[in-house]
C-alpha cells in the first residue's frame, strides 16, 4: 500500500466532491445519525461488553464500553454533545429493561434504527462511485441488513481493541514515566496513542468503503483510500473540536444548543468521510487498479481520456456490480 497524493488528485477530489453535492449527503447522513446514533451505540456496547465480559471476566463490560464511546465523542464534540448521546443511549436501554414483550420491540426498533443508517451511508458511497444499486427483493434487503449488523459487530471489536490499547499505552506510559523519566515521555506515548489511533480507524474506513457500496473495489484502492481518509478525519476532529470549543454553539441554540453541536460534529464528519470517499475513486484512476481499464461497476464502452491537465481520467457511466450492460436495439434484433 502506497499514499501518492498530488495537487492534481486533489483538486480532482474535490471537484468530484462537489460535483457530487456531498454537503447534501452529508446532510442526510446527518438527519439519519441523529435518529440512529442511540440505537448504534446500544447495539455496539451490548456486542463489545458481552466480549469483555466473557473473554476477560470483567462484570462491568458494558460500562466500559459505554464510557469509551461518550469520552470519545466528549474528546472531539464536547461535554454537551457526549451528554447528549449518553441520555439518548439511557433512554433506548431503559426501553430494552421492560417486559418481554417490551424489550423484543425495543430491540427490533433498535436494530431497524441502526439498519437505516447504513442505508443512508451506503446510498451516499454509492453515489460517490456513481453505480445504480440493482433492484432488490425482501431477501436480499433482509442479508443488507444482516450485514449492517455485522459491520456493527466490527465496530464493536475495534472498539474492544481499542480500549485495550489505550489502556496498556496508558500502562506501560504510566510505568517508562516513573522507572525512566526523561523530557518528552507524554508527547512520545501521545504519539504511539494518535498512531494507534489512525491504524484502527484506517481498518474501519477499508470494512465500509469495501463493503458498503454496490462496486467492486480492489483492496490496493482501499487500503490507500481507507489511510488517507483516516488521517484527514484524525486532523478534521481535532479542527471540528477546537472550532466547537470556541465558537459558543450551544449557547446560541439556548436548550437546543445540545442537539445542535452534535448534528454539526456528524455533519462535519460525514463530510471527511465522502471526500475520502472521493479519494479512493480518483486514486483508483490515476494510479490505483482502474487506470486504463474498464471496471465492473462502469460501463467498459465509457470513454475514459484522461484530463490534461489532471491526468485523471473522466468519470464513466456507471452500471450495478455483476451487471453486463444491455444490449442496442441492433444486438438485441441480431439475436433474434
Excluded: C
Excluded at 117 to 124: E, H, N, V
Amino acid at each position: 500500500m502506497s499514499l501518492h497524493v498530488d495537487a492534481g488528485m486533489l483538486k480532482e477530489t474535490y471537484t468530484r466532491w462537489n460535483a457530487d453535492k456531498a454537503p447534501r449527503l452529508a446532510a442526510a447522513i446527518s438527519f439519519q445519525t441523529i435518529f440512529a446514533i442511540a440505537p448504534v451505540i446500544v447495539i455496539v456496547i451490548a456486542i463489545a461488553g458481552t466480549i469483555i465480559a466473557e473473554t476477560v471476566g470483567h462484570g462491568h463490560g458494558h460500562t466500559i464500553v459505554r464510557d469509551q464511546l461518550v469520552g470519545s465523542i466528549r474528546a472531539s464534540a464536547g461535554a454537551d454533545a457526549a451528554k447528549t448521546v449518553d441520555a439518548m443511549v439511557t433512554a433506548a436501554f431503559s426501553k430494552t429493561q421492560q417486559s418481554v414483550l417490551a424489550q423484543i420491540l425495543a430491540w427490533v426498533f433498535l436494530v431497524l434504527g441502526a439498519a437505516g443508517l447504513f442505508s443512508t451511508l451506503q446510498d451516499a458511497l454509492n453515489t460517490v462511485w456513481h453505480v445504480e444499486p440493482e433492484k432488490k427483493g425482501i431477501w436480499a434487503t433482509i442479508r443488507d441488513r444482516a450485514a449492517s449488523m455485522g459491520m456493527l459487530a466490527a465496530i464493536g471489536f475495534l472498539l474492544l481493541v481499542t480500549t485495550a490499547l489505550n489502556a496498556a499505552i496508558a500502562y506501560v506510559s504510566a510505568y517508562v514515566t516513573r522507572a525512566l523519566p526523561f523530557p518528552g515521555a507524554g508527547v512520545l506515548f501521545g504519539a504511539v496513542n494518535i498512531v494507534v489511533s489512525i491504524a484502527l480507524i484506517t481498518l474501519l474506513f477499508a470494512v465500509m468503503f469495501k463493503y458498503l457500496p454496490d462496486a467492486t473495489i480492489e483492496w490496493r484502492d482501499v487500503w490507500t483510500g481507507a489511510l488517507f481518509t483516516s488521517v484527514l478525519f484524525v486532523i478534521g476532529q481535532a479542527a471540528i473540536a477546537f472550532y466547537l470549543g470556541r465558537a459558543g454553539v450551544a449557547s446560541a441554540y439556548g436548550a437546543a444548543g445540545s442537539l445542535v453541536v452534535l448534528l454539526l460534529w456528524v455533519n462535519y464528519s460525514s463530510m471527511i468521510l465522502l471526500l475520502g470517499a472521493e479519494f479512493t475513486r480518483v486514486y483508483a484512476e490515476t494510479h490505483g487498479s482502474r487506470i486504463g481499464v474498464a471496471p465492473a461497476d462502469v460501463d467498459p464502452n465509457a470513454k475514459r481520456t484522461p484530463d490534461p491537465k489532471t491526468g485523471v481520467p473522466a468519470a464513466a457511466v456507471p452500471a450495478t456490480r455483476g451487471d453486463v450492460p444491455p444490449p442496442s436495439r441492433a444486438e438485441k434484433l441480431t439475436i433474434s
